[in-house]
């Protein structure tokens, strides 16, 4: 049973700060990209930022400089913090599990990260 459990979302003002969580469970973690990817009501899903096995990360444009994904392979948890939040980036936030070389994904069901003074 694979399942990838978000935590940490909730309502935080403009410019502020929030650290949301993902915790896999089912998958051999260390070896899997993980990612974040977000969708606002009546948008695409999209990419957020993603961190290999290896540590190597990618940031959409958006959030580079604001946000930084990050994973602890002991355990078993990946995070994303953003900080100098804007209304724009108000989404759920989904975490993302992608084993290399294989076409495997999977997602969690989401966590609500709105900004909004």
């Known amino acids: 049973q694979v399942q990838l459990v978000e935590s940490g979302g909730g309502l935080v003002q403009p410019g502020g700060s929030l650290r949301v969580s993902c915790a896999p469970s089912?998958?051999?973690?260390?070896?899997?990209?993980m990612g974040w990817y977000r969708q606002a009501p009546g948008k695409q899903r999209e990419m957020v930022a993603t961190?290999?096995?290896?540590?190597?990360?990618n940031y959409a444009d958006s959030v580079k400089g604001r946000f930084t994904i990050s994973r602890d392979n002991a355990k078993n948890m990946v995070y994303l913090q953003m900080n100098s939040l804007n209304p724009e980036d108000t989404a759920v936030y989904y975490c993302?599990?992608?084993?290399?070389?294989?076409?495997?994904?999977?997602w969690g069901q989401g966590t609500q990260v709105t900004v909004s003074s």
């Open positions: 961190i290999t096995s290896g540590g190597s990360t």
């Open positions: 089912g998958i051999t973690f260390s070896i899997y990209t």
């Open positions: 993302n599990a992608r084993r290399p070389t294989y076409n495997r994904y999977y």
